[in-house]
T-cell receptor, first 115, second 111 residues
Framework: NAGVTQTPKFRVLKTGQSMTLLCAQD?????MYWYRQDPGMGLRLIHY???????AKGEVPDGYNVSRLKKQNFLLGLESAAPSQTSVYFC??????????????FGNGTRLTVT | GQNIDQPTEMTATEGAIVQINCTYQ??????LFWYQQHAGEAPTFLSY????GLEEKGRFSSFLSRSKGYSYLLLKELQMKDSASYLC????????????FGIGTKLQVIP
């Protein structure tokens, strides 16, 4: 049981380049998320999805796009990378819960550097 | 909105007890999570509190006071492997598990 798998683990981009981060979960979770983590800022929500074919903006969505064509996959795209997007990106998933008690399960992160 | 405060760093001695505090402000309270994150790794779930009081889970316990907007994580019999960041997090009201995280408290356990 792999849980949440992110690829790649590391990536270096030049300003203006594009890339897609891949996230896959095998826990049949309904909800999936993309966070970024920066020193002194904590984890901040970029986009999230509550089901296949649906996505929504989080706290810091600008410069990113997402897609969830299959329940188990959630893709994060950077169309034109900027140095401000240098960060560690975490994908997470959780089951649907009306009582807010469902914990997030995180992937191991992607360390992205934009030069 | 949501606002979470926790100390940025703490140091404690192996075998001792340490308490990591978290204060929060939220427009609607839906519980509070604690996560552990070792350097270079993913956060992992430790606890969830929604009712006042102390919940114990082995060497780790978590306390909540909703009236004071306050929680703490208590780590007993500290081990070197407990050196990590501890993240306090609160869900938003909205039904979709959107969660706001604190910046985390980096705990260093020394011999």
């Amino acid at each position: 049981n792999a849980g949440v798998t992110q690829t790649p683990k590391f990536r270096v981009l030049k300003t203006g380049q594009s890339m897609t981060l891949l996230c896959a979960q095998d826990m049949n979770h309904e909800y999936m998320y993309w966070y970024r983590q920066d020193p002194g800022m904590g984890l901040r929500l970029i986009h999230y999805s509550v089901g296949e074919g649906t996505t929504a903006k989080g706290e810091v969505p600008d410069g990113y796009n997402v897609s969830r064509l299959k329940k188990q996959n959630f893709l994060l795209g950077l169309e034109s990378a900027a140095p401000s997007q240098t960060s560690v990106y975490f994908c997470a998933s959780s089951r649907a819960s009306s009582s807010y008690n469902s914990p997030l399960h995180f992937g191991n992160g992607t360390r992205l550097t934009v030069t | 909105g949501q606002n979470i405060d926790q100390p940025t760093e703490m140091t404690a001695t192996e075998g001792a007890i340490v308490q990591i505090n978290c204060t929060y402000q939220t427009s609607g309270f839906n519980g509070l999570f604690w996560y552990q994150q070792h350097a270079g790794e993913a956060p992992t779930f430790l606890s969830y509190n929604v009712l006042d009081g102390l919940e114990e889970k082995g060497r780790f316990s978590s306390f909540l006071s909703r009236s004071k907007g306050y929680s703490y994580l208590l780590l007993k019999e500290l081990q070197m492997k407990d050196s990590a960041s501890y993240l306090c997090a609160v869900p938003h009201s909205g039904g979709y598990q959107k969660v706001t995280f604190g910046i985390g408290t980096k705990l260093q356990v020394i011999p």
